[in-house]
């Protein structure tokens, strides 16, 4: 990296499993559904929270199975948010700071990840965290990192409940992440010829295309194939 090279490079990051040792997304689905009935009457806790638990595995066996079926992330994407429909924004928030500190979110940062999140930042750089998970699980951790921008899924709420539909104009993974970087480009005069990201999965290649400093963070065969093919830089964690 070039020494003082100021605030028109931006540095973008992939988040699960890039940044942190943990999928958000499927980490905090099953923390919110053992635990969105704790504050209920003993009985309702009981019958309320086994026939949600039944819900949630069999929609998660259904995320699963269409993952598996087509490798769509976009798809899946959209499912998972579509399963917040009726979900009270609150008692969703109030549930993620409790977490971060009973799931040690934080002490799963990748150290490497963590020092060179630290060299852009002394080099006036913007850090932009990229992830399709959704924002309220990623702004914690992007207070603690203290980055410029967190781009991530925004879901819809009417009534103080979610509707299950997804803000984005498209759903953040794949092109849909370029897009936003590139959104965030135009919008703040960030060069992307100069500008670095960073991932672990061959599904953010677009993203890693975006920019001119494309960086693997190994994780994943594919990705890493195609990155030493093309003379990337390469991060193991």
Known sequence: MTKGSGNHIGAFFDVDKTIIDYNTMSGYYWYFHRNRYNGEPPLKR?????????????????????????????????????????????LYGSLIDEWYGTCGILEKIYSQIHAVIGVHQRQGHRV??????????????GKTLQVDRILATEVEVIGNVFTGKIR???????????????QFARQNGIDLS?????????SDLKMLETVGNPCAVIGDMKLDAYARKRSWQIITT
């Open 194 to 202: 100069a500008s670095y990201a960073y991932s672990d999965h061959i």
């Open 128 to 141: 932009v965290l990229v992830t399709g998970s959704h924002l309220p699980l990623i702004e914690p951790l």
């Open 46 to 90: 009981a019958v309320a929270g086994l026939a949600d638990m039944v819900r949630a595995t069999g929609t998660y066996l259904t995320l699963l199975m269409c993952a598996m079926k087509k490798d769509d992330r976009m798809t899946v994407n959209r499912r998972y948010y579509a399963s917040l429909s009726g979900v009270d924004v609150g």
């Open 168 to 182: 984005n104009e498209t759903p953040m993974v794949g092109e849909g992440k370029a897009q936003a970087i590139r």
